[in-house]
């Protein structure tokens, strides 16, 4: 048996197999494990290796931690495109120094997610143009890579589909499903009126996932001109209520930046 932590030698041969029927018979096994990453790079992996001389264990090691990064790698992906993005948007495209209204230390220890961890809510609150969509985005992916089940939608999208679902008798079933999710964004939040039946199932949504999960929104509204999209004043304040309790709230302010890039590069 070979010695733990003895090098890597370019002659040896597994049970005493060519070289060709070595990688065949690797490529078999990984084929019938599920490893497609030690597949496909072991070949490149074991002439780096021999070449470095570096030892048996090391070489294990590495082709482990390889199909261990992809894998966690094809998660993340598989969590963000589930999701429902409409568009990728990351923290570090973000530009401060466009919006000095919004803390990029504050923005920055939302990113860690201990927020979607302990089931806090999150609003962003500002005009058109101030970033809240883009750091919506941004954290609820962040989210997404760090092992969280997340959902994006819009206000509109989600209240329409809870109306069908409640049409379909299929309510529960679908507010269920949107309280399974760790982080539910909803964007546009406040951009049109809702009536009193969607806004009561909105608040259903809210209601399943208080303490207990995360709800982040984007709103072009201060919270108190939320009564122009919940005409009811007594849900409005529980809505409100919902959606602030022991959570976090960035105002992106009212000057848009994307207006002022626009007007920027046209002149």
Same mark, same amino acid.
């Given at each position: 048996m070979t010695r733990k932590g003895t090098a890597l030698m370019t002659t040896?041969?597994?049970?005493?197999?060519?070289?060709?029927a070595a990688e065949s018979a690797t490529d078999s096994a990984c084929r019938m494990l599920k490893l497609p990453t030690i597949r496909t790079k072991f070949t490149d992996m074991a002439e780096t290796a021999a070449r470095e001389q570096m030892t048996y264990t090391g070489f294990l090691a590495e082709l482990l931690m390889a199909e261990c990064d992809d894998r966690a790698r094809r998660r993340s992906e598989r969590r963000i495109k589930a999701a429902g993005f409409?568009?990728?948007?990351s923290l570090r495209e973000f530009d401060f120094e466009a919006n000095p209204s919004i803390d990029p230390a504050v923005v920055h220890t939302l990113g860690s997610c201990e927020w979607v961890k302990k089931g806090q809510p999150l609003c962003l609150i500002g005009d058109s143009g101030t970033g809240k969509s883009h750091l919506l985005i941004a954290l609820g992916t962040e989210a997404a890579m760090n092992g969280f089940r997340v959902k994006y939608t819009l206000a509109t999208k989600l209240v329409n589909e809870?109306?069908?679902?409640?049409?379909d008798k299929q309510l529960g079933k679908t507010i269920a499903r949107y309280g399974r999710v760790d982080l539910l964004c909803i964007d546009e939040l406040g951009y049109m009126e809702l009536?009193?039946?969607g806004a009561e199932l *909105?608040? %259903?949504?809210?209601?399943?996932?208080?303490?207990?999960?995360?709800?982040?929104?984007a709103s072009n509204e201060s919270f108190g001109g939320w009564t122009k999209t919940f005409t009811d004043p007594r849900l409005c304040a529980a809505i409100v209520d919902r959606l602030t309790f022991g959570g976090a709230i960035i105002e992106t302010g009212t000057?848009?930046?994307? *207006?002022? %890039?626009t007007r920027a590069a046209a002149s």
């Open positions: 040896s041969r597994p049970r005493g197999l060519t070289e060709q409409p568009r990728q948007k809870l109306v069908e679902a409640s049409d009536d009193r039946r *909105l608040f %259903q949504v809210l209601t399943e996932r208080e303490e207990k999960n995360s709800v982040a929104i000057d848009s930046y994307r *207006l002022a %890039q």
